[in-house]
């Protein structure tokens, strides 16, 4: 049974920096199409960005381009997403997702097959 465990998540400044861990169990992390998205209430789940199976391609929305950043741990089993210079409207609740369709590059949240249940971040000074 795959599981995807987030943590990490807290109350940060803007301008600091926070890192998010997605855990994986049940199955290898680099055998997945990996992202993460954020959710803010009242509006539906936001593609922040996503790793691709194997050697991996990443990529990011445009509104946390140049401040984020994604990785991946085989030996921990475990995708990262750090996050850097953060604003306000970073606060949202950030989920991690596997997609085993490994044929595409999945943005949207339908194309996704597994979830975490979802950490906080909350940017305020």
């Known amino acids: 049974q795959v599981q995807l465990v987030e943590s990490g998540g807290g109350l940060v400044q803007p301008g600091d920096s926070l890192t998010l861990s997605c855990a994986v169990s049940?199955?290898?992390?680099?055998?997945?199409?990996m992202g993460w998205f954020r959710r803010t209430p009242g509006k539906e789940r936001e593609f922040v960005g996503g790793v691709t199976w194997g050697t991996p391609t990443v990529r990011y929305a445009d509104s946390v381009k140049g401040r984020f950043t994604i990785s991946r741990d085989s030996a921990k089993n475990t995708m990262y997403l750090q996050m850097n210079s953060l604003k306000r409207e970073d606060t949202a609740v950030y989920y991690c997702a596997a997609d085993r369709d490994i044929g595409t590059t999945p943005n949207a949240a339908m194309d996704y097959d597994y979830w975490g249940q979802g950490t906080q971040v909350t940017v305020s000074s």
């Open positions: 049940g199955r290898t992390v680099t055998t997945f199409n």
